[in-house]
């Protein structure tokens, strides 16, 4: 019996040390079958690609949850990391998450989630790393986050969350990153965030409206590493408390209001390498206490209103690289060791009021690249040293005193895409270059110096020029022909100088010229007909010269040209009519007595209306009846032959065409087909044609309208290769906005590409704000288009990963659907083609007249603050009707034309409506105005951001019903006060 009892017990010891053992691998299958679930039941929820959550599922294997994209377990099969970032996943975040009990680490970021975070977030109580980055989230920052007190990582930036800080994050005792920069923040910044002292990093700034200034408690995070609280609205005086932050390694302030002297305590931070403190309103002198920080890199305190001279301790600051002091009020000498530390990478010192030289080891190192120092009063040559600096980029050393003659070789420089130097004393000639390598400048302006000799040879090394500018000088001589070689010249000023001679011909190359000013020079002979081959031509003025022989009639089919004159020289014969000629004025073609015809009121006689070519032919007699004959028949077989070819060449093409098969890609559920879009191509349904291709009007057989465009020669000839065109038309093809034309389809064969669009009957702002009914065009109407495209591209800048630049925003390129509602269109599709082989279609400048930004000419490439200033242009058309050029004469744009016309806002606004709108609220046409005004600030950084645009269009002013105003009025009918849009406030 005691046997038995004995045998019990050891198979209960047994039982129970088995169930021991393999409860915990029970509870592990059910754990493991339970976060497998949660992840399923949250790819339903979520919004992506197919390929995005290939790898989530459940397979009869049990394909274990592990091993899926993104997700990371432990020894036990539970999640505790998750990354699904970059995934393009819309949608609002899965509540499903909170269940995941045991995660440490969520990733989020760089997808378009929607909504605020899930309610009981605070159920994550392990979590340690949150990062939702750059998503579509909204609503106010979630107080139940400050429960996650294991959160070492909180990215919250890039969003739309609203409302004001929640004190209560400062509970997060652990973090070590916090960022909750570029949302829709408001209210002070809690001065509570000062008891984070694990803080190493804290971003607070972009699109932030807050208000009051920055706390002093900041100076507690003693292990703060990057502060960043820039562009974001505070204000006050920079606290000295921060001086405290011994191992503060980046310190950005810039783009804001605050005010007061720069505090001499921040020269404490012996570890700054960075220190911004730009864009903002400080006074006062550096502190000689900087002197002090010898790790520093960069130092900017441009635009502020800070005086005095520049320590002479800032030449010796043995890390300095980057030094940008512009618009402010600095005086005297630049220290003249500045750059001996070999270091020095970037200057700029521009619009200030300094004296001196330059100094002459800037390029010691080697590192040099950009020296911009212009609008000051330095004296002095231009020291031979920059002649071989070799690393140079950017120089503009414009309105200055400088004298003395241009170093050897700082044209030639290899690297060099700009210089300027205009409004000095430069005397001596443009430096000859020995050797047939090509050089690298982009734009070269020697104007208004007394620069002598002739033009050298050597220009035609200049292979990328595209500004040539040497107007107001003394130079003398012939134009040499070597100018052929400058492809993609643009823009040539040779103004008021002693050139002679004849126009090359070869000039007429120069395809991309769309600017010509030969004015005020000795220029004699006939004006060469092969200059009307340059079709970008829009300025053109060869005035106060020695010109003969007729005007070419061929000037006249000239569509691109604006603006002309020819003025006071000696042409004669008959002044060509039609084309562009008809909108000239008189004063045109002045000066040149010889001139007739009915465009000037005065009829020609057989003498006066014969160029002095065709009077020598006239003296040999009419030609002879025999060779008319002879021509004739000549001609009768040429075009037999020419049929016999066009025969033979059709029925080839037809072959080639159906061996070729065509590839049609659609980005959405289509009720059409490849061959209807096809079918399509007829020159009867042609509605537009431009430098990228021809579009056509197409109506499906559902009914539907699409407008296709044509692109040809994607690729080489013979090639398969599209060199990425086809990646990026499929990532145009997945945007979806209201205000931006959707990309339907995309058709390619061999060598010609299909776009197909969706259709926009009322066609496009420009051809309807510019034509006949340019006036039907309410104010209303036209404040909802410009709120709309501003939208529109908000999203390509700010929305889209990558971002979408548009280069080529105009009014042209904004589709009114048929409640006029705006669309924007061609987005990114200009360097999409010119990255494609393309760019014999396109300008070498990227966008159109009258549209780029002015930076390019400094830094030759755009960027979104370049699409910014087009659409300030556009902005200026809507409040105006008038074109952006070609209005005003004499090569000025509508920005020029405004900053002249508009000394003060409240009256100057008055002289630039549009006279064909009946009644204008003035308070919202100020408001557009202002908008306006800063999206074509000269100075890209002092631009909006288009979010920004947006948010001020959406909060314009009401308008009272008294404060109306009528263009034919001179006076509004009650004098309303405005204040402008503040960046630094909004």
């Not at 004995?6 to 915990?24: D, M, Q, R």
């Not at 049990?62 to 990371?72: D, E, F, I, K, L």
């Not at 890390?319 to 970037?346: A, I, S």
């Not at 034309?741 to 669009?757: E, G, P």
Request: charged share 20%; glycine share 8%; net charge positive.
């Amino acid at each position: 019996m005691r046997e038995l009892e004995k045998l019990a017990a050891k198979i209960i010891v047994v039982g129970l040390c088995a169930f021991v053992c393999v409860y915990p691998s029970m509870a592990n299958v059910s754990w493991f079958n339970e976060d497998a679930q949660l992840l399923i039941s949250m790819k339903s929820a979520m919004v992506a690609s197919n390929s995005a959550f290939e790898t989530w599922s459940i397979a009869s294997n049990g394909s274990p949850h592990c091993s899926w994209t993104g997700v990371q377990c432990d020894r036990r099969g539970r999640v505790v990391a998750l990354d699904i970032s970059n995934m393009n996943i819309s949608g609002p975040i899965p509540p499903q998450i909170v269940s995941l009990s045991e995660l440490r680490s969520l990733n989020l970021s760089n997808n378009v989630f929607n909504g605020g975070l899930p309610p009981n977030v605070s159920n994550l109580r392990n979590l340690e790393s949150l990062d939702v980055y750059n998503n579509n989230c909204s609503g106010p920052l979630p107080v139940e986050l400050s429960r996650l007190v294991n959160l070492k990582y909180l990215n919250l930036g890039g969003n739309y969350f609203s409302g004001s800080i929640p004190r209560e994050y400062a509970k997060l005792t652990s973090l070590e990153y916090l960022s909750l920069s570029g949302n829709d923040l408001t209210g002070a910044i809690p001065p509570e965030l000062g008891f984070l002292v694990n803080l190493k990093s804290l971003y607070l700034g972009y699109y932030n409206k807050f208000s009051g200034g920055i706390p002093p408690q900041f100076g507690n995070l003693s292990k703060l590493v990057y502060l960043d609280i820039a562009n974001c609205g505070v204000e006050g005086p920079i606290p000295s408390e921060l001086g405290r932050l011994e191992k503060l390694d980046t310190l950005f302030l810039q783009d804001n209001a605050l005010s007061g002297p720069i505090p001499p305590q921040l020269g404490r931070l012996g570890s700054l390498k960075s220190l911004d403190l730009s864009l903002n309103e400080l006074t006062g002198e550096i502190p000689m206490e900087f002197k002090e920080l010898k790790e520093l890199k960069l130092l900017n305190l441009f635009i502020n209103k800070l005086h005095g001279e520049i320590p002479s301790f800032i030449g010796d600051l043995p890390n300095l690289e980057v030094l940008q002091l512009w618009k402010n009020n600095f005086r005297g000498p630049v220290p003249q060791q500045l750059g001996q530390n070999g270091r020095l990478v970037e200057v700029d010192v521009s619009s200030n009021r300094l004296t001196g030289s330059i100094p002459p080891n800037l390029c010691n190192g080697g590192k040099l690249r950009i020296l911009i120092i212009l609008n000051n009063l330095f004296f002095g040559p231009i020291p031979e040293t920059l002649g071989t600096c070799n690393s140079l980029v950017r120089v503009r050393m414009g309105q200055n005193y400088l004298n003395g003659s241009i170093p050897a070789g700082l044209l030639y420089l290899p690297r060099l895409n700009m210089i300027e130097l205009h409004y000095n004393y430069l005397t001596g000639t443009i430096p000859e270059r020995k050797g047939k390598a090509p050089a690298g400048a982009s734009q070269i302006n020697l104007s208004n110096n007394h620069l002598g000799g002739s033009l050298p040879s050597s220009i035609g090394l200049f292979s990328a020029l595209q500004i040539f500018l040497v107007n107001g000088n003394r130079l003398t001589g012939p134009v040499p022909t070597e100018i052929r070689r400058l492809a993609h010249i643009t823009k040539l000023d040779f103004s008021r100088n002693r050139f002679s001679g004849s126009i090359p011909a070869e000039m007429g190359r120069c395809k991309a010229l769309n600017y010509i000013d030969l004015s005020q020079n000795k220029f004699s002979g006939p004006m060469p007909v092969q200059l009307t081959g340059m079709r970008n031509l829009n300025y053109f003025n060869v005035s106060r010269n020695r010109f003969n022989g007729s005007i070419p009639r061929e000037f006249a089919s000239m569509q691109s040209l604006s603006s002309v004159d020819f003025s006071y020289n000696n042409f004669s014969g008959l002044v060509p009519t039609g084309g562009q000629f008809s909108y000239f004025n008189v004063s045109t073609f002045a000066g040149n007595p010889a001139l007739c015809g009915p465009f000037l009121g005065s009829p020609c006689s057989v003498a006066a209306s014969t160029s002095p070519v065709q009077a020598q032919g006239n003296t040999k007699g009419v030609v002879s009846s025999s060779l008319k004959l002879v021509i004739g028949l000549a001609l009768l077989f040429c075009s037999l032959a020419f049929a016999v070819v066009a025969v033979v060449k059709a029925r080839a093409l037809r072959k080639d065409r159906d061996a070729r098969s065509w590839k049609m890609t659609a980005f959405q559920k289509l009720d059409f087909g490849r061959d209807e879009v096809l079918e399509s191509l007829k020159e009867d349904n042609v509605i537009g044609k431009g430098g990228a291709g021809i579009v056509y009007r197409g109506i499906m057989s559902n009914g539907e309208e699409v407008a296709v465009k044509k692109l040809m020669r994607i690729g080489s000839a013979g090639s398969t290769h599209d060199h990425g065109f086809s990646a990026e038309i499929q990532t145009l093809g997945r945007i979806r906005h209201r205000h931006i034309v959707r990309l339907l389809a995309f058709c390619s064969n061999h060598d010609t590409n299909l776009l197909v669009y969706e259709y926009m009957p009322n066609g496009s702002l420009g051809e309807l704000l510019h034509g006949n009914k340019g006036g039907h065009l309410h104010w209303q109407t036209r404040y909802k288009i410009a709120l709309e495209a501003a939208k529109g591209l908000c999203y390509l800048h700010h929305d889209c990963n990558p971002l979408i630049v548009h280069r080529d925003v105009k009014s042209n390129n904004i589709l009114l659907d048929s409640n006029f509602e705006a669309h924007v269109a061609d987005f990114g599709l200009a360097k999409f083609l010119q990255d494609s082989g393309a760019s014999e279609c396109m300008s070498s400048i990227a966008g159109s007249y009258g549209y780029i930004a002015p930076e390019y000419a400094y830094t030759l490439k755009v960027d979104e603050k370049s699409d910014v200033y087009s659409f300030g242009v556009v902005l200026l058309e809507l409040i105006t009707g008038r074109k952006p050029v070609g209005d005003f004469g004499d090569g000025v744009d509508i920005v020029q034309w405004m900053k002249k016309t508009t000394n003060s806002v409240r009256e100057g606004v008055t002289k630039i409506l549009d006279a064909r709108l009946s009644s204008i609220p003035l308070e919202e046409a100020m408001h557009l105005f202002f908008v306006a005004m800063l999206c074509v600030e000269e100075q890209s950084v002092e631009r909006p951001t288009m979010r920004e645009v947006v948010q001020m269009l959406a909060d314009c002013p009401k308008t009272k019903p008294t404060q109306y105003f009528s263009p034919s009025q001179k006076e509004p009918k009650k004098p309303v006060s405005i204040q402008p849009p503040n960046l630094l406030t909004i």
